[in-house]
């Protein structure tokens, strides 16, 4: 259907409930978008529809949920849950969950699973996330020693009324926050950041749930994080 869907076209394609999987080792996002104008949408809403980036044999570099490049304006994914993915040493921009150069994710569930040096989202250019959710059932297993941030926000990427809990890095060999900030343009706004838990070694110890050199964070509640 996305292949099909016209570009620029403003066209919405609704998803059946159920759980969507690749499993062809070369493939390495789920969904790539390189259309404007689209509209994926889970038909009966958040928690019907999973993105399910499961290990196939032989692929040893990992998979990631989407990849969205930038560039393609009006592009919204709605109402879907990101589950399993994963990558490795910064493949391919090195994000597990998603790679967003635009568009906008609206009430979406994110199962963030950062492993060796790999980030699970890399928001960028003019990315939003709308109403989304982060952590989830995977993280605290999943983490590995050499794991990187949860979110990386640069460019314009916003994140607005999302909620970020649960992210587990404390056996990483250096500490790394839930979220790095690295541009004049990033933004959090009205987010709840709570559960995380944060490395207590080596020159970044106690770094925080959020590293912020540059951006805003507006009217956000950052409590109950063990950094």
């Not at 969507?20 to 789920?30: A, G, N």
């Amino acid at each position: 259907a996305i292949d099909l869907a016209p570009d620029g076209a403003g066209t919405e394609i609704e998803i059946d409930d159920g759980t969507y999987e690749v499993r062809d080792p070369k493939d390495f996002s789920i969904l790539t978008i390189a259309k404007s104008g689209l509209t994926l949408k889970a038909k009966n809403g958040q928690g019907h529809v999973w993105i399910d980036s499961k290990r196939a044999a032989g692929n040893k570099l990992g998979r990631r949920n989407v990849l969205m490049g930038g560039g393609f304006s009006d592009v919204t994914l709605e109402g879907l849950v990101l589950t399993n993915g994963w990558t490795v040493y910064n493949v391919d921009g090195g994000a597990s969950c998603a790679v967003a150069g635009s568009g906008t994710f609206r009430d979406c569930a994110f199962d963030l699973y950062c492993f060796q040096f790999s980030i699970g989202v890399i928001a960028g250019g003019e990315a939003r996330f709308e109403n989304c959710r982060f952590g989830g059932k995977n993280t605290s297993k999943n983490i590995w020693s050499s794991s990187d941030y949860g979110i990386s926000l640069a460019g314009s990427a916003m994140l607005d009324h999302c909620v970020l809990w649960g992210l587990d890095l404390s056996g990483n060999t250096l500490a790394n926050p839930y979220v790095n900030m690295s541009s004049d343009g990033a933004v959090m706004r009205n987010c709840l950041v709570t559960g995380f838990k944060g490395g207590k070694t080596g020159s970044t110890k106690g770094c925080g749930a959020i590293v912020a050199s540059k951006g805003t964070i507006e009217n956000c509640t950052i409590v109950k994080n063990d950094v």
